[in-house]
């Protein structure tokens, strides 16, 4: 069973494009994160959910949405996708944030490149 | 401002020891966190030091020194398959874990 699941794996889109990437965990976690790597491999939090509440919004641009429907989805959608966004987004899960946050079970990956 | 500091990149030999170190600067600590992260994958979870110490899990250790705001893991009998980027990660004073750019390191036979 995959822990914590996103799609897509891959992403290439056309610049000025909306997109949105999926994340799943079935670890029953109360805390799930969106996570950007980019090309120097900078793991770079974009925004924490714990039960459904935003808790942690990095300063990335208002594009960037995250939307979670329950505490087991957290999803991301990016509006007019630019050339900058390319990289790897992650997906990852922890207990509650304050006990263990860095004990944290990540997603795949997401390889978006944008044209 | 918050840094966290690590080599780039390593060398090692297949069944030798190596030792990658991480310095911290950060607003607080609560605790501190190594990853290992293979090319093309998600980071996994390796080691957790909130006390001073060594703490030892197999082939994998881990030691801290919050009063020196230092940090080192230790691989021994190096296998092929620990050729991957070392991650150091630590959680301030607001509970946010901060990541280190991760040490590549490198297996050679």
């Known amino acids: 069973d995959t822990a914590v699941s996103q799609t897509p794996k891959y992403l290439v889109t056309q610049m000025g494009n909306d997109k949105s990437i999926k994340c799943e965990q079935n670890?029953?976690?109360?805390?799930m994160y969106w996570y950007k790597q980019d090309s120097k491999k900078f793991l770079k939090i974009m925004f924490s959910y714990n039960n459904k509440e935003l808790i942690i919004n990095e300063t990335v641009p208002n594009r960037f949405s995250p939307k979670s429907p329950d505490k087991a989805h957290l999803n991301l959608h990016i509006n007019s996708l630019e050339l900058g966004d390319s990289a790897v987004y992650f997906c990852?899960?922890?207990?509650?944030?304050?006990?263990?946050?860095?004990?944290?079970?990540f997603g795949p990956g997401t390889r978006l490149l944008v044209l | 401002g918050q840094n966290i500091d690590q080599p780039t990149e390593m060398t090692a030999t297949e069944g030798a020891i190596v030792q990658i170190n991480c310095t911290y600067q950060?607003?607080?600590?609560?605790?501190l966190f190594w990853y290992q992260q293979h090319a093309g994958e998600a980071p996994t979870f390796l080691s957790y030091n909130v006390l001073d110490g060594l703490e030892e899990k197999g082939r994998f250790s881990s030691f801290l020194s919050r009063s020196k705001g230092y940090s080192y893991l230790l691989l021994k009998e190096l296998q092929m398959k620990d050729s991957a980027s070392y991650l150091c990660a630590v959680i301030d004073s607001n509970y946010q874990l901060i990541w280190g750019a991760g040490t590549k390191l490198i297996i050679k036979p």
């Open positions: 990852a899960s922890s207990q509650d944030w304050r006990e263990a946050p860095g004990t944290q079970y």
């Open positions: 950060t607003s607080g600590f609560n605790g």
């Open positions: 670890l029953g976690h109360d805390t």
